[in-house]
T-cell receptor, first 113, second 116 residues
Framework: AQKITQTQPGMFVQEKEAVTLDCTYD???????LFWYKQPSSGEMIFLIY??????QNATEGRYSLNFQKARKSANLVISASQLGDSAMYFC??????????FGPGTSLSVIP | KAGVTQTPRYLIKTRGQQVTLSCSPI?????VSWYQQTPGQGLQFLFE???????NKGNFPGRFSGRQFSNSRSEMNVSTLELGDSALYLC???????????????FGPGTRLTVL
């Protein structure tokens, strides 16, 4: 069975500091894609970053980077230089071949001024 | 391009009623997925449509149904509403389907359904 685990229900980070949000996944499919989404209090899900299982390098998108450790089945999101606007729920998600996207339970991030 | 739109944004119903939610995907996107989000269960996949065909289905009772039209717009219907159906229903569209692992989904703002 495929599963996404996010063990941090809530996190706090000081403004301008970096923060790592944990995500571990489980799948027997060798081909998969991993995604991170942000959900502000407004409710809309915003795509942040993608990592493919065969990608050799860790994905980066601006202040977001993904620490992909395939052997450990982890795909942690790193946000550098946190901003107040980063306060939101963050969801890790996975898609395998011809299967639906599954989401983790999410981590609530609060950025403290 | 216009984003994914969902109507209505808010809905209040009573137990036993039925409801229909609508989703218009981004122009050119042929895949539409629906999710239910609740504080207790998180984001749960309902179903996915591509070219008017249901391609994937989550573990929801038959009271939850959906369809997709030839213009890719999608509707989901919930019959005989229960209190536990109160949730944010999110629709997401994607330009690709199935074997594409890079399946970035673009989400709409959601419909918040309250069942009294």
């Amino acid at each position: 069975a495929q599963k996404i685990t996010q063990t941090q229900p809530g996190m706090f980070v000081q403004e301008k500091e970096a923060v790592t949000l944990d995500c571990t996944y489980d799948t027997s499919d060798p081909s998969y894609g991993l995604f991170w989404y942000k959900q502000p209090s407004s409710g809309e899900m915003i795509f942040l970053i993608y990592q493919g299982s065969y990608d050799q390098q860790n994905a980066t998108e601006g202040r977001y980077s993904l620490n992909f450790q395939k052997a450990r089945k982890s795909a942690n999101l790193v946000i550098s230089a946190s901003q107040l606007g980063d306060s939101a729920m963050y969801f890790c998600a996975m898609k395998t071949s011809y299967d639906k996207v599954i989401f983790g339970p999410g981590t609530s991030l609060s950025v403290i001024p | 391009k216009a984003g994914v739109t969902q109507t209505p944004r808010y809905l209040i119903k009573t137990r036993g009623q039925q409801v229909t939610l609508s989703c218009s995907p981004i122009s050119g996107h042929r895949s539409v997925s629906w999710y239910q989000q609740t504080p207790g269960q998180g984001l749960q996949f309902l179903f996915e449509y591509f070219s008017e065909t249901q391609r994937n289905k989550g573990n929801f009772p038959g009271r939850f149904s959906g369809r997709q039209f030839s213009n890719s717009r999608s509707e989901m219907n919930v019959s005989t509403l229960e209190l536990g159906d109160s949730a944010l229903y999110l629709c997401a569209s994607s330009p690709s389907l199935g074997g594409d692992l890079y399946n970035e989904q673009f989400f709409g703002p959601g419909t918040r359904l309250t069942v009294l």
